[in-house]
């Protein structure tokens, strides 16, 4: 796979770049900026080698229509604030564009295209709309790994019509997961949460034989406390999960991979009530387990101290309720004190994992922060992403 940074003259080269700016919005404003922050090295590297930028990108699931609610125009003037660059936002049909439409003015550096999946074409991964894509630009660049699970257009087959290489932060993604699934420093510690277990087996499966412990926490952990035999309440768990838990128990007996689960948690009776703290023989019907309790926090942390290596994906409790957000910052915490001293290499994934770690202010304390979310899973699954196949 090739990368851009290693591609030698750039200067005035037209560069497709496809990006992830598909950041949460609410009435135009952009409520989390993590997916910004992270496209701002390859821009920055591109504008410094005089290259012309022509941004593609997409936000929501518009079904190939157009949506105003899912303009990427403001997601446009965000960024043009943050790269102090004006940047050309281009709202047209995209079928009526011409090469020479674009870049008229010779000091014009980065025009953005208008949300990608305006058009049915590109989830469709249809060839023509991908041949005229290309027909602006004389390189491609994927810098969307979180895309990279997608048969799309802007993600696989323009890569037929122009010479095309990975960006800054998609080799950054990609070398990231593999020091948690192939480059490993052991011992290693996969610390999963989620409310099914059902949507995370295969990357169970997969991690098992590589990894010395899972952790399981949230709601994934309650199906694991009533196979077991305990009583949860009313707390979230999935039906029909025990063959799923057994296998998993199974595998990990002969892969001598340790599964922790809890032993003690803080119960609610509401997700807005206060935390109590109960043993699992105590747990009472109309209890709701939301987070971990000390002596299961205690063991967490004690297992990380031990760890060279630690994957987390999914918090430990509810944490929007500060009541409950006790577990997953105090892993949180415990990772930032050995990423401080450089004794464990740390990756963290998934949507309300990430929002832990901005509530902290803590993006920089871990190794990787991945917002990849389907292709971040993916991989873990051990699959062959399109995005990947397609550079290769």
Not at 53 to 78: A, E, M, Q, T, W
Not at 79 to 107: A, Q
Not at 190 to 199: D, Q, Y
């Amino acid at each position: 796979m090739n990368n851009i940074k290693d591609y030698e003259n750039l200067g005035s080269k037209r560069v497709l770049l496809r990006l992830d700016l598909n950041v949460p919005l609410k009435n135009g404003n952009i409520i989390d900026e993590t997916r910004i922050i992270k496209i701002i090295p390859i821009l920055e590297f591109l504008i410094k080698r005089n290259s012309k930028i022509l941004i593609i990108s997409h936000v929501g699931r518009p079904k190939g229509k157009f949506n105003k609610d899912l303009s990427l125009k403001p997601i446009c003037d965000y960024l043009e604030k943050k790269i102090k660059t004006k940047v050309n936002f281009i709202s047209e049909d995209i079928f009526k564009i011409k090469r020479n439409d674009l870049f008229k003015e010779p000091e014009e550096k980065v025009v953005f295209f208008e949300n990608i999946r305006f058009y049915e074409e590109e989830e469709k991964n249809e060839s023509n709309f991908s041949k005229h894509l290309a027909s602006f630009a004389d390189l491609f660049v994927n810098d969307a790994f979180s895309c990279s699970h997608r048969t799309h257009a802007s993600v696989c087959k323009i890569t037929e019509f122009l010479p095309s290489f990975a960006g800054l932060q998609f080799e950054t993604e990609v070398n990231a997961l593999k020091k948690v699934t192939i480059e490993i420093k052991k011992p290693i510690t996969c610390i999963i949460g989620g409310s099914k277990i059902s949507t995370k087996i295969d990357i169970i499966k997969n991690l098992i034989p590589k990894f010395n412990n899972i952790i399981f926490v949230g709601g994934m952990a309650n199906n694991i406390l009533s196979f077991k035999g305990n009583r949860i309440g009313k707390s979230i768990s999935e039906k029909n999960c025990e063959s799923i838990i057994k296998e998993i128990f199974e595998i990990s007996k002969n892969t001598l991979c340790e599964i922790t689960y809890p032993e003690d948690v803080l119960i609610g009776k509401s997700a807005d009530d206060d935390a109590h703290i109960k043993d699992l023989k105590d747990i009472a019907d109309d209890d709701l387990i939301l987070d971990v309790g000390p002596k299961t926090l205690k063991r967490i942390k004690n297992i990380i101290e031990k760890s060279k290596t630690v994957l987390w994906n999914g918090p430990a409790g509810y944490f929007e309720n500060p009541n409950f957000a006790k577990g997953s910052i105090e892993i949180a915490k415990t990772i930032i004190k050995k990423n401080k001293d450089n004794s464990i290499y740390s990756v963290v994934g998934g949507g309300d994992t990430v929002a832990v770690v901005n509530q902290l202010n803590s993006i920089k304390d871990f190794n990787f922060v991945s917002t990849a979310g389907g292709a971040f899973l993916e991989y873990l699954e051990g699959k062959e992403l399109p995005g990947i196949k397609a550079l290769n």
